[in-house]
């Protein structure tokens, strides 16, 4: 079974331009999970889908961030414009099931390592 | 608020001996709890969960947790650490919809 895949794996970009991630789940998980990995921090959700629609993008800074998920399978997370405090990891997750369905078996992906200059 | 708290950044643990990375987590209803393992370079990687029954929990790799409710806790253990069980270990709660996870704790192991 294929792994929750993620691209790019390494950007580098300067504060106030953008950048775009990717992420393809495993095959029939419902439930998409974006999560940020600042560097001494555990990951913090930033938007969790299920299917094609978002379930909690409470803690998404909407003003730069932007994340969608049109067809209920793969996922694109913007940022637009990037700050320093961006730099991190943004890691991908899938789950078969979300909400009270979910206990919390998470898979995810390599993650994709921004560093804003 | 929904929180788990990992107090040691960093353990360290000579290879062969028993280990212990510790977790405390906020009470709120019954929690259902979990241990990530993070890889360098690598995405976090289930481990083993708490929902009910047994305060014992086995997981992979021959890790175990033991859910503990008086004390809120929820500690990760082994009883013969690898040098390969080096890594950053997450401990997670549930919320409503996600996933809260601690901010990890760095396990070496020294051979």
């Known amino acids: 079974e294929a792994g929750v895949a993620q691209s790019p794996r390494y950007k580098i970009i300067e504060k106030r331009q953008s950048v775009a991630f990717w992420c393809n789940p495993i095959?029939?998980?419902?439930?998409l999970y974006w999560y940020q990995q600042i560097l001494g921090q555990g990951p913090k959700l930033l938007i969790q889908?299920?299917?094609?629609?978002?379930?909690?993008d409470s803690q998404l800074p909407k003003d730069r961030f932007s994340a969608e998920r049109l067809k209920g399978v793969d996922s694109t997370l913007k940022i637009q414009p990037a700050k320093l405090e961006d730099s991190a990891v943004y890691l991908c997750?899938?789950?078969?099931?979300?909400?009270?369905?979910?206990?919390?078996?998470?898979?995810f992906g390599e993650g994709s390592r921004l560093t804003v200059l | 608020a929904q929180s788990v708290a990992q107090p040691e950044d960093q353990v360290n643990v000579a290879e062969g001996n028993p280990l212990t990375v510790k977790c405390t987590y906020s009470v709120s209803g019954n929690p259902y709890l979990f241990w990530y393992v993070q890889y360098p370079n690598r995405g976090l990687q289930f481990l083993l969960k708490?929902?009910?029954?047994?305060?014992l929990v086995k997981g992979s790799y021959g890790f175990e947790a033991e859910f503990n409710k008086s004390q809120t806790s929820f500690h990760l253990k082994k009883p013969s650490a690898l040098v390969s069980d080096s890594a950053l270990y997450f401990c997670a709660k549930t919320g409503a919809n996600n996933l809260f996870f601690g901010t990890g704790t760095r396990l070496t192991v020294i051979p």
């Open positions: 889908f299920q299917n094609n629609g978002v379930v909690d």
């Open positions: 997750a899938s789950s078969k099931g979300g909400g009270t369905q979910n206990t919390g078996e998470l898979f």
């Open positions: 095959s029939g998980h419902a439930t």
């Open positions: 708490y929902i009910t029954g047994d305060n």
